[in-house]
Every structure is written in C-alpha cells, then in structure tokens.
C-alpha cells in the first residue's frame, strides 16, 4: 500500500486533493465500485467538502481516472487520512488481486480562482 497517501500537508487552510489512477479498462467498472467504498468513508469525516471521480470519455488499453476532492483544510485532510476504517478500505483496494491500480496522488491550494464577470 506504499500507494497511498503518506505525506501531510501541513497546512489549515483550505486543499484540494488531486489524485490519479490507472487501472487496465477491463477492470474500469470494477474499480469504481470499489472507490465508491473508499470514497464513502472519506466523505463522513469532518473538514470533508467534495468528491468527484473523473473518467476519459474514451477509453485505451488503460483507462486514468482522476480524483478531486477539495477539503475544508490541509488538518482537516491530515486527520482523515489517519482514520482506520479509511485505511483498512485503501488496503482492501491495492491489495485486491483483482485490480491493478497505480496512483499519483497531490495535495494543492487554489493559488489562481477565475469566476464569470
């Protein structure tokens, strides 16, 4: 599980998680149910604001999906990360012998935020 995310951010300010995974497309649909597992325990902890789980529209050999999921702070996601039931999931899902996932994660502040004029 060297995979997941291990560094802290070290910041209470407000972060957006972004993270990558690469799965061979036959196990695409597979692998999102089991990120919706994941993604559930995430989403009860305190400080959590969003999720969303991007697909490519069209699919290769491997498909990359990417995850984005802003927090109310780095401390916030800090903590969540530390939470067994969450950790024990993340094990499950790179453990799994029926997925075959590589993933980059990052955490990143908005340093540049445009809306409509």
Avoid: C
């Avoid at 939470?83 to 990143?108: C, K, N, Q, V």
């Amino acid at each position: 599980m060297s995979q997941a995310l291990q560094s802290r951010t070290g910041v209470d300010e407000p972060v957006t998680l972004i993270k990558s995974y690469t799965v061979p497309t036959a196990e695409a649909e597979y692998f999102v149910q089991v990120y919706q597992e994941n993604a559930r325990i995430m989403s009860t902890q305190p400080g959590f604001v969003r999720s969303r789980l991007h697909r490519p529209l069209a699919d290769a050999p491997e498909t990359r999906f990417v995850h984005i999921a802003d927090w109310s702070s780095g401390t916030a996601l800090d903590r969540a990360t530390t939470h067994p039931e969450w950790l024990a999931s993340l094990r499950r899902m790179f453990d799994d012998p029926d997925l075959h996932i590589t993933s980059e994660p990052a955490g990143y502040r908005v340093v540049v935020e445009l809306h409509p004029s």
